[in-house]
């Protein structure tokens, strides 16, 4: 498996993706700028990660134009065909955006910037990303957004549900799902979900951020462990 | 011929408009009665070459619904007249 991280104008958290890709995990990373047109040299087995930040200042809403950024159409193929595209934070926002996920990001509900630390229960084992996850554990991670607040209609989040695309909710220390756990306003607690396919993943939260144990924190390891050993990868030590 | 659209795209009615309840909740500051409701969207002019009035409508209409709304969170209309 290897991993393309695409870099739009404004993207921040693509050199910290490529650092635990590459650095941390060991494995093959390549930064892919936005304009290009095709992604050459990647088959359906490896991934495409949109990474966090703010594309083109966020101007006009949260992802909508890095939607239509030409490496975009590449990477809608690339969903198309099966192949892993992982968006995190404003990857996620760009990811609803082209329709690659149900749903929309909205702003949270207490109109704040939110950067800090939540925890997440895992809602379903059925996916790479999640499938050597502790549905029991409260996984620490942490979230920066203004714009986090998952919504989807009523038969959407109904079709989320039957389907068990609900990947991860916010959720206590203890783990509990409740409204005092939701930092955003978000449907159902959602803090990532994935497409009926269940290649196209896509979280608020930054597990990036949380794989070292020099950052006080590495369950967001755990997921990057998931991803690679559920494809059969070697996992580093 | 050119024309001018202007759009608004407003929150779904539906919706929490953080954005607007909170400017609602401080219109008491203003010591303004009779306030009930304040919701904010985007007002976007676009100027805009066509061949009429209807080819100006039909591209107006294109780049809201891929682009300028987001139909899931938001609504849009606009009015298109000869510049």
Known sequence: ?237 | MKFIAEIDVMPHKELLDPQGKTVANNMKNLHLAGIEDVRIGKHIKMTLDAASEAEATEKVETACKKLLANVIMETYSFSVKQA
């Open chain 1, 1 to 237: 498996m290897k991993f393309g991280v695409v870099v739009f104008p404004g993207s921040n958290c693509d050199d910290d993706m490529i650092h635990v890709l590459g650095t941390v995990m060991g494995q093959e990373v390549v930064k892919l700028w936005h304009k290009d047109t095709e992604l050459a040299g990647f088959d359906t087995s490896d991934c495409i990660v949109l990474p966090g930040g703010f594309s083109y200042g966020d101007y006009l809403r949260s992802g909508a134009l890095a939607r239509f950024s030409p490496i975009m159409n590449a990477v809608i193929d690339f969903a198309r065909s099966g192949g892993y595209v992982w968006g995190i934070c404003n990857g996620f926002q760009v990811l609803c955006e082209a329709h690659l996920l149900p749903g929309a990001l909205l702003r949270n509900d207490n109109q704040k910037f939110i950067c800090k630390n939540v925890y997440l229960r895992t809602a379903t084992r059925q996916s790479a990303l999640t499938a050597k996850l502790d549905p029991e554990q409260a996984l620490k991670i942490p979230i920066a957004h203004a714009e986090g607040r998952y919504y989807a209609d009523e038969r959407t989040l109904q079709q989320l549900q039957a389907n068990e695309q609900i990947l991860f909710q916010y959720c206590t220390a203890e783990g509990v799902i409740s409204a005092e756990a939701n930092p955003n306003g978000a449907s159902l607690n959602i803090a990532g979900i994935c497409n009926e396919g269940r290649n196209v993943f896509g979280m608020m939260p930054h597990p990036e951020r949380a794989s070292e144990a020099v950052l006080g924190n590495t369950d967001g390891r755990l997921l990057f462990e998931s991803l690679l050993a559920t494809v059969g990868q070697e996992v580093p030590s």
